[in-house]
């Protein structure tokens, strides 16, 4: 391998690292963990929208997030943060995750109220997203 190769393979790898958050939160009063995999992310006019890949007990799904700015830039966080705390609730109430088609629009409208209304009632105590910083 060149040192020219090598120094793509290792910056692609640092990408890749820098992509990935594993998450730990409580459920059911143990430590559970999933990892969250940011495929693709895309500045919006309103915020920001992501294609993101969950892998948790064993089972990968694949989601596409449209999150808004009011939900980072007011309370001082990193959008990425925000989308952990969002499916970190989401596991914790127990949603179902499809691994096929879409949501149906009511489902989705659904979680979108119930996951707005736990981000804005504690933005700071979710959970714990390794590599990143909560607001103090």
């Known amino acids: 391998m060149t ?11 640092a990408e890749l690292a820098k992509a990935t958050r594993v998450v730990e939160f409580e459920l ?19 915020g920001m929208m992501y294609d993101l890949t969950i892998t948790y007990e064993e089972q990968e799904t694949r989601h596409r997030i449209i999150l808004g700015k009011e939900y980072y830039e007011d309370f001082g966080l990193e959008p990425e943060h925000v989308v952990a705390m969002a499916f ?14 879409t949501s149906t629009q009511m489902h989705t409208q659904h979680k979108q109220c119930t996951t707005q209304g736990a981000l804005e009632s504690d933005l700071g105590s979710t959970a714990r997203v390794h590599g990143m910083h909560p607001p103090p």
Request: proline residues 7%; charged residues 25%.
């Open 3 to 13: 040192p020219e190769e090598l120094e793509a393979q290792q910056k692609r790898i």
């Open 28 to 46: 059911d009063g143990t430590i559970a963990q999933y990892e969250l995999f940011f495929v693709h992310s895309y500045p919006t006019n309103g």
């Open 88 to 101: 970190t609730f989401l596991l914790q109430k127990k949603e179902p995750r499809h691994t096929e088609g």
